[in-house]
């Protein structure tokens, strides 16, 4: 295991989930859809960064996104022209809507709170006494009186879902925003008509 | 084929698993074997390693807190509640603008200009006659003195004149989207070459090429008739909301459109054109309008292909990367031209 390479990715490429899952989600409305593209998305920048580590992370992570939707859409001509205009929202994307997402201490914490308040209430116990009081999951089995598979289980979904929103914002979880919804774009630098 | 929802599934349950303090050599062993069959589990794994390690800090924010209970939502974080420093990108989304400024401040915003109108005067004219004029790639918002508003598209000009009885607008070309006060004494006449589009108080765009003209309403009813007439005459027609009215020397095709539809054709005024199965030399035509770097179809042979969509009119770039990735097309720069082949 290359532990370098490991900690890049999560540090310069997984940032950018929440960027990159909303791109996503203008091209293919289906959700299953979207997850399986920023897989592969993933699994392409991690081979590639394998063989040669790239300078410009996000930039490249975000050239891998429109390669592959690009190939996409010259499978299925359907889809195809009614992207045009995200592909042109990626540039945008990697530019002003993503901005280097370098939290500080207090706002990952603030996003942490965030994650762990929308976990379903069982799940949300387990992974405070696993992570906070630190518990060994037998003894977090002992005092809810559930077997400790149960608690292999919640402590599972705890991983899934914090992940979600704590990368991507809880942006899978909400239903795909309007294809041709206004492009986030706004309120960078205004410039008023001042007729 | 596994689906990634799946991987992920599975990636969380080794990850729970090693978590329960009843993980063996031989575990480790499977689960690295696991890791070495796909990078698909490799990155679902690291992804979900990494954001459990994060967890770890949820510490630092129960340190505040007495007892063993787990503290209700949305309460346990209060002792070091904190802002985040950058507004979400996803209420941003949502902030209600009106649609030209939310254009205008866009990234690729071509800067809208408030015009400043060339004054003269009119013999019989009330106030003074202004003319505003739009470059190519240019929009342009207006408020008239009546309390009307006028947006210009790109590559236009009108010449606004007020007189006792009537609002004089000259669309002298190109098109201009106007959304007029009412003032029942006083009509309000888009004139363009042979015509003249008078309305009351209502939202029309008169786009105008030539002698041909294109009259969009999205409120209210305006009247299409001869320049100078009267609206007594026989040649007047009268256009609900939802018209689409175009003339050229073939004569007059009134289309009535569901008003969303209707809406699509003044789409330019959020930096967008609409398409719907559209031939490509049509779809060049239009975008034509907004860009100085023209696109040509060279071949006849792609002319005539179908394309539907939205896009950005300040971005002819996208539209021919996408025109050359989805279809039998190859794309020449030549100059400030674009020229499109059959491939």
Known sequence: MDDTLDAWFIREIVVHEAAL????????????????????????????????LPTQPKAFLFSTARHLVTDRLRRSRVVAIDAVGDIDALNVLIDEISPERRLDGRQILKRLADAFDQLPARCREVVWMRKVQELPQKAVAEQLRITEKTVEKQVAKGVRLIADHFYGEGVGHRAAPQQHASLPNEAVHGQQPTD | MVSSRQIEHIAAAWLARRDSGRWSAADE?????????????????????????????????GAGLSGDRVPPPGRWAQPHEVEL????????????RRPLLRWLTGAAAVAVLAVAGTVSWQRGGIEPVVQYDTAVGQLSEVSLSDGSQATLSSDSRIRVAWTRNRRQIDLERGEAYFHVAKNPGKPFVVEAGKRQVVAVG????VRRDGDALRVVVTEGVVRLEPAGADGKGSLSTLLPAGSVAQLDGNGLLVRSLPLAQ?????????????????PLASAVMELNRYSVRKIVVVDPAIAHLPLGGH???????AFVNLLTAAFPVRAVQQGNQVLLYAR
């Open chain 2, 262 to 278: 209707a809406k699509r054709y003044l789409d330019w005024r959020d930096g967008y054109v609409s398409f719907h199965d559209t």
């Open chain 2, 29 to 61: 062993a499977s689960l690295d074997e696991w890791l070495a069959d796909a990078t698909a589990h490799k990155v679902a794994f690291l992804r979900l390693e990494a954001a459990w390690r994060e967890a770890g800090r949820l510490q630092a924010l």
């Open chain 2, 85 to 96: 420093a950058a507004p979400s990108v996803s209420r941003r989304r949502h902030t209600r």
């Open chain 2, 311 to 317: 896009f950005r009119w300040s971005n002819t770039q």
């Open chain 2, 202 to 205: 209502t939202r029309f765009a």
């Open chain 1, 21 to 52: 899952t909303r791109l996503l989600q203008r091209i293919c409305l289906q959700r299953d859809d979207v997850h399986d593209l920023r897989q592969e998305v993933y699994v392409r920048v991690y081979e590639a960064a394998g063989k040669n």
